[in-house]
Nanobody, 121 residues
Framework: QVQLVESGGGLVRAGGSLRLSCAAS????????MAWYRQAPGKQRELVAT???????NYVDSVKGRFTISRDNAKKQVYLQMSSLKPEDTAVYYC???????????????WGQGTQVTVSS
């Protein structure tokens, strides 16, 4: 079994910064894509940023230039540095990883439990 544990959420004023971290643990042979999603109240879950194992990185347009995703493959961790935060960034942020576990021959999607980010105006 694999677990993703997020940390770093909280309350911040508009214009401020936060850094989210997500650590993967368990019977992990390798991790392909890692990503951050978010879900605001009353809205669908939205892809924020992705980091592929080969280094490719993508962002949703609304966070380009403000958020930076990075990953440490040796530590099996992914990070999201968020700057110039806006009230509309308020959401529960979820970590995602596509994991190849020992004893399996396919990748499985895993999600963290979510961490609340609240940006006050």
């Amino acid at each position: 079994q694999v677990q993703l544990v997020e940390s770093g959420g909280g309350l911040v004023r508009a214009g401020g910064s936060l850094r989210l971290s997500c650590a993967a643990s368990g019977s992990i042979r390798s991790i392909s894509a890692m990503a951050w999603y978010r879900q605001a109240p009353g809205k669908q879950r939205e892809l924020v940023a992705t980091a592929a194992s080969g280094g490719s990185i993508n962002y949703v347009d609304s966070v380009k230039g403000r958020f930076t995703i990075s990953r440490d493959n040796a530590k099996k961790q992914v990070y999201l540095q968020m700057s110039s935060l806006k009230p509309e960034d308020t959401a529960v942020y979820y970590c995602y990883a596509e994991v190849w576990e020992y004893g399996r021959s396919w990748y499985t999607d895993y999600w963290g439990q979510g961490t609340q980010v609240t940006v006050s105006s």
